[in-house]
């Protein structure tokens, strides 16, 4: 096979220690570089680190570049550097992460550089954004539908919304799940047992549901403690929300990037709270899964589809007090979710995933993509309603009175065929 020069642009590079996007460039692009092709990362530097950064990762070549450090500007200031060393470093095709970066597309389309745009999820939906960035985020979607040669997808759910919304296709291309069997050892470390604990793996944003899991966790009857892994780089309310909902039994570790002892912690909780509700598949999800954890994932497309008849979902607090006591209760029925997650997780093959975006290069490199996109014009969707918030539980103890039925009118009050 012809070895083929990818670039990869628009994350925050490898090694992965961020999201799912850095973790899909990093497994991703080591396959194709074992595949014979060349892959080039453009990174963003870390200020402050310690002596020169890497030139290269597992076979990856890296290009550091700088970006503005400001939230709003960060993601898109890197890409127009990356993208301006791009157009002086020629490529045979390009991967570019997150629809936010699609004003700058036009520029690899003049250069003549194929160019496919992973659409990540509803960015715009993400409680930190704005009035101004939500309107950007769909201004975004719209110009990546117009400007990209193909769209890449990483979940039904998001390849059906692109549908709806631009009429426009997409290549599904989700990412693996990880097998693993980490073992038990290090939880000693962080005072837990196997199977002893509930877990929870988030950052702390609105949309990830970490204070509806931890508000419904405080109204339970739960034996067992709710371990929350995660912290909030700008969200200090919500994390001071999460923590004044919390009580004695929930214990918040902060971000763990042991990578082997997160693994434990996946492999050996009773079970996995997931709140994620506006990206497509989530890495954190997949993980989960293919370390056996038995699932309770906020009722949303995305998390059925990768959960499916393995777990069970929630909506409010009491949703959540209501599973968890199910699950306590019936520690066999968790076991057999569990195993049926691990079932789900081989679905979820890296090697398979980057066999998908090897094909998709090819494809770009050739040219074999529809010489004409759709016109990036947006019609209304389901997922243009808000998501509804859950309401506030009542104080224990409080009677909710039931509504009150309208009179009926009477028999000779009716029209006929209501009779």
């Not at 919304?161 to 000693?188: D, N, V």
Request: charged letters at 25%.
């Amino acid at each position: 096979m012809a070895r083929t020069s990818i670039a990869m642009v628009g994350t925050r590079g490898v090694p992965a220690r961020y999201g799912g996007f850095e973790t899909a460039v990093e497994e991703v692009g080591r396959r194709l570089v074992e595949r014979g092709h060349r892959v080039v990362v453009y990174c963003r530097t870390v200020p402050g680190a310690a002596g020169p950064p890497p030139a290269g990762h597992l076979g990856m070549e890296l290009v550091h570049l700088p970006a503005a450090r400001r939230r709003s500007l960060e993601t898109l200031s890197h890409t127009a550097l990356s993208v301006r060393h791009l157009l002086a470093h020629r490529t045979d095709a390009a991967i570019v992460f997150n629809a936010a970066n699609a004003p700058l597309l036009p520029l690899l389309r003049a250069a003549r550089i194929p160019v496919a745009t992973h659409v990540d999820g509803l960015e715009w939906k993400r409680a930190k954004w704005g009035g101004a960035g939500r309107r950007y985020y769909r201004t975004a979607e719209a110009l990546a539908v117009r400007w990209s040669d193909v769209l890449i997808a990483d979940a039904e759910g998001i390849a059906e919304y692109y549908r709806e919304a631009f009429a426009a296709p997409t290549t599904l291309l989700t990412y693996g799940a990880p097998l693993i069997a980490p073992g038990a050892h290090r939880l000693a470390e962080v005072g837990l047992e196997p199977g002893g604990y509930h877990l929870v793996v988030a950052r702390f944003e609105p949309e990830n549901h970490v204070d509806v899991i931890v508000e419904g966790y405080a109204a339970s009857d739960a034996a067992k403690p709710l371990v929350v892994v995660g912290s909030a780089p700008y969200s200090d309310d919500y994390t001071r929300r999460v923590h004044a909902l919390a009580d004695e039994r929930v214990r918040f570790l902060g971000g763990v990037w042991d990578q082997e002892l997160l693994d434990q912690l996946y492999a050996n909780c009773a079970t996995y709270l997931h709140g994620h509700s506006v990206g497509g598949t989530n890495p954190s999800l997949l993980r989960a899964i293919g370390a056996g954890a038995a699932v309770t994932a906020f009722d949303v497309s995305f998390n059925r589809e990768v959960v499916a008849d393995a777990g069970r979902f929630f909506r409010t607090p009491a949703d959540v007090a209501r599973e968890l006591a199910a699950a306590e209760a019936d520690p066999d029925g968790v076991a057999r979710d569990g195993a049926r997650s691990r079932e789900l997780a081989a679905g979820y093959d890296w090697d398979l995933v980057a066999e998908g975006y090897e094909r998709l290069a090819l494809d770009l490199a050739a040219r074999r993509f529809p010489a004409r996109r759709p016109s990036g014009r947006r019609a209304g969707t389901d997922a243009d309603r808000p998501l509804a918030r859950p309401a506030p539980e009542p104080p224990r103890g409080t009677v909710v009175p039931l509504p009150v039925p309208a009179p009926s009118p009477a028999w000779d009050e009716l029209r006929a065929a209501q009779r």
